[in-house]
């Protein structure tokens, strides 16, 4: 009943699987999620899918994940259907399945597989796979049998779709696994509606979803500003460059850095520890008034809550390989004006990631977002569009008068 084994698919043999498919062989989707599958040394025959968490660990992470609480709604419109032969599963944002519910059978067959709550389905472990792809792409994806990368895998088909919170990010995946009745178009559709309703919940329609954990997240944008903000809750709060700069520090260092090490991340004159020691207290200050708590501890210095930012947002999406979402999320270089080496070491890394793999996309469409954002003054971006729009496009006209215009002024 949910074995796709027979289902013409465009599997490659156990032997050719760790080189690159004939041109043509499979759709450029899944030759290219094959070959992130490869290069992150995921092994075709014996993917590394085992759970590395106890139950605790699982239970707590259910608990504080938004979409636990969109089970219930999910389950009627993905799960209760008559001979449903199939599962639903949702994962967090890092491909972590927690839910795994449905059909029996295909539950405990899937089990023997490690498609088990706990286990990690992005693409770094399982390979090519629908829930692990979506997320890598920030899309809807249906992978069909032998189009998966791991072979014990082939028999099944999945769909799945990410889902998104009210600010955009990337909170998890649903998906939908089983046999040939979930390689039709129809399953995928169902998938994407069944979201657009868990993401309505979220960004506060007529179901409310539990949408934060119980401790405070603290969100820091220092994109394409020099007058950061901090958003904790319901409250935001403008820092200084410094503050940002330190933030960005122990963010990056949850386990502490010592007074030294800070100076030296934040400037490459010798700051003295009483003048980091005063930074520190007005930023513990500041936060203390925001949060009504004590945010960051000293010996070593670190931070008491966890923060993100909009730069390792961007970074995330990068890494999945979805340079259409970071475009999304670049607002402009980090801390423009800031000569911390905190934040030219990350501006430029975070510059070259995203410049990279926008010239290696292939994509005129891609190109001119970027030329026409963070990278006004990109020569080479500018170039290749100049040889790649068609003679008669409006927008290359606008790409042959900027890159005049970039020269003139070099």
Known sequence: MHDAAHRAGPSAPPDQRGAPPAP??????????????????????????????DDGTLAELRREHPLSAAM?????????VADAGHVLAVSDADGRLL??????????????????????????????????????????VQVVSGEHWALPVHPWTCSAAPVHDAAGG?????????????????????????????EQSLAGGERPVRASPARPRAWLEVLGTDTPTLHVGEESVTLTPRHAEILLVLAAAPAGVTGD??????????????????EVSRLRAVLRRVLGRDAVAARPYRLLLPVRTDAEAVAS??????????????????LPGSEAPVALRARHELEAGLR???????????????????????????????????????????????????????
């Open 24 to 53: 043509g062989a499979v759709r450029p989707l899944v030759e290219a999620s094959w070959r992130r599958s490869r290069a992150a040394g995921v092994d075709p025959e014996r993917p590394a899918l085992d759970v590395d968490i």
């Open 99 to 140: 839910h795994v519910v449905g059909d029996g059978r295909v539950r405990r067959d899937l089990d023997t597989l490690g498609f088990t709550p706990g286990a990690l389905w992005d693409e770094s472990h399982a390979g090519t796979n629908a829930p692990g792809t979506a997320l890598a792409l920030d899309q809807p």
């Open 317 to 334: 999406a990068l890494a999945r390989g979805a340079h259409r979402r970071a475009l999304d999320l670049y607002a402009g270089p980090l």
């Open 261 to 278: 090490v800070l100076a030296e991340s934040l400037s490459e004159q010798l700051l003295s520890p009483v003048t980091v020691r005063a």
């Open 170 to 198: 990337v909170v998890g995946a649903v998906d939908v696994t089983g046999g040939p009745e979930v390689a039709s178009p129809y399953a995928l559709a169902l998938v994407r509606a069944a979201v657009a309703a868990v």
């Open 356 to 410: 990279g793999t926008v010239l290696r996309s292939g994509s005129t469409e891609t190109l001119w977002r970027w030329a026409s954002g963070g990278g006004r003054d990109d020569v080479e971006a500018w170039q290749r569009l100049v040889r790649e729009l068609p003679y008669a496009s409006p927008r290359r006209s606008q790409a042959v008068a900027r890159l005049d215009a970039l020269r003139r002024g070099f």
């Open 72 to 80: 219930p709604l999910l389950e009627r419109l993905l799960v209760d």
